[in-house]
Structures are given as C-alpha cells and as structure tokens.
C-alpha cells in the first residue's frame, strides 16, 4: 500500500505504527474513540482527541489494541490472565505515569499497574480497562557507602543484581530475574557485601 494512502485511514495507521510514534510524524492525525470500562463497571468512551492528547504528553508510548505491540505488551507472567486492556500506557519516567493517573482518574477507569508481570493472581492487567505499564523504568541507583539500592518501578531483579554486584553488593530478593524488583524488595533495597 502507498503510503499517502495509508494515511488516509486512521485504522490504517493505528494498526501500523504505536501511537506515540504515529502522532509524532502526523500531528493533525484522528484517532478513533476507544470504549473503556469505568472503575464501577460502566462502558465510557474515551475520545481519539483526548488518547492523542495523552500520547503526545508521554515520553514512553500508548498503545491501543490493533497496534503490533500489544499483544506483546498485554501478556503477564501468568497465562491464565489473557486480558485485553483497552489501553496500555507504557510509561518512561515518573512524570508519564503521573500523568496517566491523571488520565486514569479524569475518567474514572478501571486501571491495573504493571512493573515486571509476576502478580500470579493477575492482577498486573484487566480487561477493557487502562495498564499503566512501568515495566520501561528500569533504573537503578547504587549508593555503595550507604549500601543502599533505590530501583524504579520496573526494574527486574536481574538489574538490581548486575547494578549491585558491580559494586561486590548484593541482597537476598530472589533468584528469578525476570521477577520486578520494586514490589518483591521494595524499592528501597539494603544489601550486603558478596562472598565467593
Ligand atoms: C516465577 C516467580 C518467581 C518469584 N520469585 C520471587 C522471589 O524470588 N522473591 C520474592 O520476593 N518474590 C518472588 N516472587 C513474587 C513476586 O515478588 C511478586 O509476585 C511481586 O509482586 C512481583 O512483582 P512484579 O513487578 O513482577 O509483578 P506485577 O504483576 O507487575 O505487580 C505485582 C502487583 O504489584 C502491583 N504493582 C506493581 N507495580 C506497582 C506500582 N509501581 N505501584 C503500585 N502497584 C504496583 C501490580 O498491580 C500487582 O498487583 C516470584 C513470583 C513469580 C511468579
């Protein structure tokens, strides 16, 4: 397909590219309103303006369902939650996910938080409603005189461990590394000097 004609549809686009990076290139682009489940059960649609609007504000990206990277993006750890959000927001920094509480509350959305996916009972995800999705923030912060660690949101375990142990650091959090680190240690990590 040209790509002048594919332009032409929003569907066309939406079903290409992620959001953010769409609206990026075709700042004048319409997105479809999307229907969203309400903390209290109800139906409300989100306006294609106001999703746009979002996108733009965020350094991480929005994504919507159709869009390649969904699915990717909807999968938890446990299988048996195969949910279907209506709108994942893949946050990069703490001001991208205050902004999506923001989004979350104006209209009063049924909303999960996501870091590493682990939750075994599902609870990183919800069907129709908005991810917002830390799993990008994975810094770490080591202050070797303090022996303290400070992890962002979606930080796994392996980069708390390949941080800390650059500093012959380590805590006792878990053997999993695909495991979040913020909600297993903490957030805030005391560690110990490691032996052979
Ligand atoms: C295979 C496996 C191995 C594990 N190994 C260990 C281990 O070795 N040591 C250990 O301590 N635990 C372990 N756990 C348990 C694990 O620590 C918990 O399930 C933890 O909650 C997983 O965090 P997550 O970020 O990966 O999961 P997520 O599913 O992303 O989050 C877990 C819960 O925390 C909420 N949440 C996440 N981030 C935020 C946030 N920023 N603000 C508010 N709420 C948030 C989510 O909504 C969800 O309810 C393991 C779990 C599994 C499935």
Redesign the pocket.
Known sequence: MKRRTLLQTSLGIASLWPARHLLADVPSARLADVAAKTLIGTTTSLRGNDLRDLAMSLHGELLLPDEPRYDNARR???GMYDKRPAVIARCASVADAMRVVDFARAHQLLT?????????SG??TCDGGLVID?SPMQGVRVDPSRRIARVE?GA??QHLDRETSAFGLVTT????SH??A????GGLVALGVASD
């Open positions: 938890v750890w446990n999960a938080v996501r870091a590493g996916g682990h939750s075994v609870k990183s830390v949101g796994l375990l959090a878990g053997t999993v495991t979040g913020a909600r297993s240690a």
